[in-house]
């Protein structure tokens, strides 16, 4: 891998939000008004519920956590997005880039954008509502991990899907962390769900980390195994996902499609 | 051709889309300092040659090899010394020409690459215009951002398809002298696509004319408009042309009686 090419991809998007409020401002703006309106329905929630349970780092810790996962498959599938809308890819795939120094730049731009983001969401939830992400523990760390790669594995896989069927799915791509946000236990345990629900929600790593954080919140010890499963399912759906876009590509190779791709052109 | 080793080689290539044979057994070589015509009508499989030459297409059969190197199993090293310029390509249009020589000189890892910026801005005229969007720039600007770019590497092998399309006569003859006189002082191969039979004729060391995905007929320009008794290259390209496409039985489809220079 050659770090010169890897920088050119994250110098590519530095540039373009750079001087850009209009790409700047959505990286702060939906995390606020998300942790302000979920802030204020767990406050409420507290005031009349009388059963002592703290809602807040159970929905408010919830909605920051899911926030950073779709952040973080955003911020990759943007980054993919703007050489789609530029028609980038005869020029970028013409020289020595290779797809892994291609994707290794995607994930670090995305990876940054979202982790400004996320910072941005913990002082405001904290400042705002009192949550502490501390109050999670130890389980914190490998759980961030995992909506870490399981963001990255999704950008990725949603980049390939572009790239196989054309501009014109991306709208296929952003509703993607919605689809999947049922099944894994965002706001409710895996166990309230139907039979069926149930085994797909075992297959998805994010899933692991809401029922952790559950138990955690509850005062009950953190779930290692749990977690270690999540994220041995999230490296495999990242690598599973590196897999997929290196076959589209080669197809794409193959069949023409990298040299002819543009906007809603693509059969 | 030179006698040095080619820059560019190119040996049976072909490339079907399902049923569709785009390039049939096409082979050729592009030597050292040497400016390749290859012309064709519309559909003649010219812009599927050089796709597969840079990589973004792969080939049914046959090699190429760029300076010695194959681009199929040494994909990343053999690209590092080729570039290109399309009509079809336009470089981002939301970076200024500055980010976008800068983007593509540290994929290609140039060294010192802000002098070499620097050199390729005023060698195209681009410096009033380095903090612009090449989206607002004018074709004409666009296109010699595209050469900009094209060269930003040194290649030794470069790509050129249409390069002057959109270019007033005046620029455009300047660009023809800087790019030939690249390829000389460089020792770079040139492949070059255009329309334009005068600019081919005048820039072209030889010329390649291609239809439904063969070689017809290659060899000095010149020479060839003389041979086929001719009045020009646009002549004898609207003759070889128009036979090509009524009759797929045309000697030119069958090598080597009409051939002027035999393939390699």
Redesign the interface.
């Given at each position: 891998m050659n770090p010169s090419r890897v920088g050119a991809i994250i110098m590519r998007q530095l540039y373009l939000y750079r001087g850009s409020p209009q790409r700047i401002l959505p990286m702060f703006a939906w995390v606020a008004i998300d942790i302000l309106l979920w802030g204020f329905i767990t406050r409420y929630l507290n005031q009349v519920s009388h059963s002592g349970f703290n809602f807040v780092p159970a929905l408010l810790g919830a909605v920051l956590l899911w926030d950073f996962l779709t952040r973080i498959m955003q911020g990759v599938t943007m980054a993919f997005f703007e050489d789609v809308w530029s028609r980038n890819f005869l020029n970028l795939f013409a020289t020595p880039l290779r797809t892994s120094e291609y994707l290794s730049g995607l994930v670090i731009i995305g990876v940054t954008t979202s982790l400004l983001g996320l910072a941005a969401m913990l002082v405001l939830a904290w400042a705002g509502f009192g949550l502490s992400f501390f109050s999670f523990g130890a389980a914190l760390a490998p759980s961030v991990l995992i909506l870490f790669l399981s963001g990255i594995a999704l950008g990725i896989f949603g980049a390939g899907v572009v790239l196989r069927l054309g501009p014109a799915s991306e709208w296929l791509i952003w509703p993607i962390p919605s689809v999947v946000s049922p099944f894994v236990g965002v706001f409710y345990p895996i166990s309230v769900l139907p039979a069926w629900m149930q085994v797909i929600a075992k297959a998805l790593p994010p899933s692991y980390v809401f029922e952790a954080m559950r138990q955690v919140v509850a005062g009950k010890p953190a779930p290692w195994e749990q977690l270690a499963i999540g994220g041995a399912l999230s490296v495999a759906y990242l690598l599973l996902a590196c897999a997929f876009f290196a076959s589209v590509y080669r197809y794409a190779i193959r069949t023409g499609l990298i040299a002819r791709y543009s906007a809603e052109t693509v059969a | 051709m030179t006698a040095s080793a080619p820059i560019l080689s190119v040996q049976h290539l072909c490339k079907s889309?399902r049923d569709l044979k785009a390039v049939d057994d096409v082979s050729f070589e592009v030597g050292a300092g040497e400016i390749v015509g290859l012309l064709g009508p519309n559909g003649a499989g010219k812009?599927?040659t050089i796709?597969m030459v840079?990589?973004?297409?792969?080939p049914t059969s046959g090699s190429i090899s760029i300076d010695g190197v194959d681009l199929r199993t040494q994909?990343?090293?053999a690209?590092?010394c080729?570039?290109?310029a399309?009509v079809?390509?336009?470089?981002?249009?939301?970076?200024?020409i500055e980010?976008n020589l800068?983007?593509?000189g540290?994929?290609?890892?140039v060294k010192d690459l802000t002098a070499r910026i620097e050199e390729l801005l005023r060698d195209f005229d681009l410096q009033r215009f380095r903090k612009t969007k090449a989206g607002l720039l004018s074709s004409g600007e666009q296109t010699r951002l595209s050469l900009a770019?094209a060269m930003i590497n040194r290649p030794r092998l470069l790509l050129l398809d249409e390069p002057t399309a959109s270019i007033d006569p005046s620029t455009a003859r300047d660009i023809r002298a800087s790019i030939e006189a690249y390829a000389k002082a460089a020792q770079c191969g040139v492949l070059w696509t255009s329309h334009n039979m005068y600019e081919v004729e005048a820039v072209c060391d030889r010329v390649m004319f291609l239809s439904r995905g063969k070689v017809l007929l290659q060899g000095d320009p010149k020479q060839l408009t003389k041979d086929h008794g001719a009045a020009s290259l646009d002549d004898l390209f609207v003759q070889v042309a128009h036979e090509a496409l009524h009759d797929a039985n045309h000697p030119a489809l069958h090598p080597p009686s009409r051939v002027g220079v035999p393939a390699p």
């Amino acid at each position: 891998m050659n770090p010169s090419r890897v920088g050119a991809i994250i110098m590519r998007q530095l540039y373009l939000y750079r001087g850009s409020p209009q790409r700047i401002l959505p990286m702060f703006a939906w995390v606020a008004i998300d942790i302000l309106l979920w802030g204020f329905i767990t406050r409420y929630l507290n005031q009349v519920s009388h059963s002592g349970f703290n809602f807040v780092p159970a929905l408010l810790g919830a909605v920051l956590l899911w926030d950073f996962l779709t952040r973080i498959m955003q911020g990759v599938t943007m980054a993919f997005f703007e050489d789609v809308w530029s028609r980038n890819f005869l020029n970028l795939f013409a020289t020595p880039l290779r797809t892994s120094e291609y994707l290794s730049g995607l994930v670090i731009i995305g990876v940054t954008t979202s982790l400004l983001g996320l910072a941005a969401m913990l002082v405001l939830a904290w400042a705002g509502f009192g949550l502490s992400f501390f109050s999670f523990g130890a389980a914190l760390a490998p759980s961030v991990l995992i909506l870490f790669l399981s963001g990255i594995a999704l950008g990725i896989f949603g980049a390939g899907v572009v790239l196989r069927l054309g501009p014109a799915s991306e709208w296929l791509i952003w509703p993607i962390p919605s689809v999947v946000s049922p099944f894994v236990g965002v706001f409710y345990p895996i166990s309230v769900l139907p039979a069926w629900m149930q085994v797909i929600a075992k297959a998805l790593p994010p899933s692991y980390v809401f029922e952790a954080m559950r138990q955690v919140v509850a005062g009950k010890p953190a779930p290692w195994e749990q977690l270690a499963i999540g994220g041995a399912l999230s490296v495999a759906y990242l690598l599973l996902a590196c897999a997929f876009f290196a076959s589209v590509y080669r197809y794409a190779i193959r069949t023409g499609l990298i040299a002819r791709y543009s906007a809603e052109t693509v059969a | 051709m030179t006698a040095s080793a080619p820059i560019l080689s190119v040996q049976h290539l072909c490339k079907s889309f399902r049923d569709l044979k785009a390039v049939d057994d096409v082979s050729f070589e592009v030597g050292a300092g040497e400016i390749v015509g290859l012309l064709g009508p519309n559909g003649a499989g010219k812009t599927t040659t050089i796709n597969m030459v840079l990589g973004v297409l792969s080939p049914t059969s046959g090699s190429i090899s760029i300076d010695g190197v194959d681009l199929r199993t040494q994909r990343t090293r053999a690209l590092s010394c080729t570039n290109f310029a399309a009509v079809y390509a336009p470089l981002p249009g939301n970076l200024t020409i500055e980010q976008n020589l800068r983007v593509f000189g540290m994929i290609y890892a140039v060294k010192d690459l802000t002098a070499r910026i620097e050199e390729l801005l005023r060698d195209f005229d681009l410096q009033r215009f380095r903090k612009t969007k090449a989206g607002l720039l004018s074709s004409g600007e666009q296109t010699r951002l595209s050469l900009a770019k094209a060269m930003i590497n040194r290649p030794r092998l470069l790509l050129l398809d249409e390069p002057t399309a959109s270019i007033d006569p005046s620029t455009a003859r300047d660009i023809r002298a800087s790019i030939e006189a690249y390829a000389k002082a460089a020792q770079c191969g040139v492949l070059w696509t255009s329309h334009n039979m005068y600019e081919v004729e005048a820039v072209c060391d030889r010329v390649m004319f291609l239809s439904r995905g063969k070689v017809l007929l290659q060899g000095d320009p010149k020479q060839l408009t003389k041979d086929h008794g001719a009045a020009s290259l646009d002549d004898l390209f609207v003759q070889v042309a128009h036979e090509a496409l009524h009759d797929a039985n045309h000697p030119a489809l069958h090598p080597p009686s009409r051939v002027g220079v035999p393939a390699p």
